[in-house]
């Protein structure tokens, strides 16, 4: 494979679109919803794209608060984590990426579940 791994995903656009894929799961989802009440979804759809352009080698346009930092307000379990991730694969999936982009992306996140869940 050639290029960095956000431009085999197609660039901002393509992420943006996954992105939104991702949420309408998330929020759809009973279990992860109320996480997202309180939350302008606009912006925070934006962040998401941001923050997967930036580890999947695109532009760094992400400017927010360190992941530990970001989630230290929630109560996040483990398998919180996990059904996020789920959504996350299935909307990569739904989006045709191949496989090993998306164990990729899934291992770029995997290494954040200690901060995100405050360990």
Do not use: K, W
Request: hydrophobic share 45%; aromatic share 8%.
């Amino acid at each position: 494979m050639t290029g960095t791994l956000y431009d085999r995903l197609g660039g901002e656009e393509a992420i943006a679109a996954v992105v939104d894929e991702f949420y309408d799961r998330v929020l759809a989802d009973d279990q992860l919803a109320p996480f997202f009440e309180d939350v302008d979804m606009e912006r925070q759809r934006a962040h998401q794209t941001a923050f997967i352009t930036s580890v999947t080698g695109g532009p760094d346009l992400y400017d927010g608060v360190d992941m530990r930092r970001a989630h230290a307000h929630l109560d996040l379990q483990a398998e919180d984590f996990a059904a996020v991730a789920d959504h996350l694969d299935d909307a990569l999936a739904e989006f045709e990426v191949d496989d090993e982009d998306r164990a990729a992306v899934m291992s770029a996140v995997a290494e954040l579940e200690d901060d995100v869940l405050n360990r």
